[in-house]
């Protein structure tokens, strides 16, 4: 019966390993952050918005059609250490980290200035506090993570 229980155990742990090491275009994904209702809404609003804006203000840029992958996560930790993690990734380097008592964010491209949001490339956001959709109706005061890729 020990065995049974140190084995089903050692299994959750494995389990643990694999969602923590979980990574999106080379990109691994904060230690801890979740996804849910909210950062789906998010992320579905997000990926729209970048659409729309390659489509019109980009169109004479942008010949090929790009296909846009958006995945978002939040977490209740502090601001400061989510863009520490996120300045170590090797994928991606700081173009923008403001930080102010009512409104921070982060900008992360790839390197070269390769961003999602101006053709293809990829980029992480990160704000806090944010809105899970367009409404402005519900405040979130954690951190949200944006992991985007535009590719043709």
């Not at 299994?11 to 969602?19: D, H, N, P, R």
């Not at 990574?23 to 230690?31: A, D, L, R």
């Not at 980290?97 to 390769?114: H, L």
Request: hydrophobic share 40%; proline share 4%; net charge positive.
């Amino acid at each position: 019966m020990a065995r049974k229980i140190f084995a089903g155990f050692m299994f959750v742990l494995f389990l643990a390993g694999i969602a923590s090491a979980q990574e999106h275009f080379g990109i691994k994904v904060y230690p801890g952050a979740k996804t849910d209702k909210s950062t789906e809404s998010l992320c579905k609003e997000f990926k729209r918005g970048t659409e729309q804006i390659m489509k019109t203000t980009l169109k004479n840029v942008i010949k090929t059609p790009l296909k846009t992958e958006a995945f978002c996560y939040r977490t209740g930790d502090d601001y400061k250490k989510v863009v520490e993690f996120f300045k170590t990734q090797k994928a991606v380097e700081a173009l923008q980290v403001d930080e102010n008592p009512k409104f921070s964010t982060a900008m992360f491209c790839a390197p070269g200035m390769k961003c999602a949001n101006v053709g293809e490339g990829l980029f992480v956001n990160i704000y806090t506090p944010w809105y899970p959709d367009n409404t402005g109706k519900a405040l979130m005061k954690d951190v949200v993570i944006i992991i985007m890729q535009t590719k043709g």
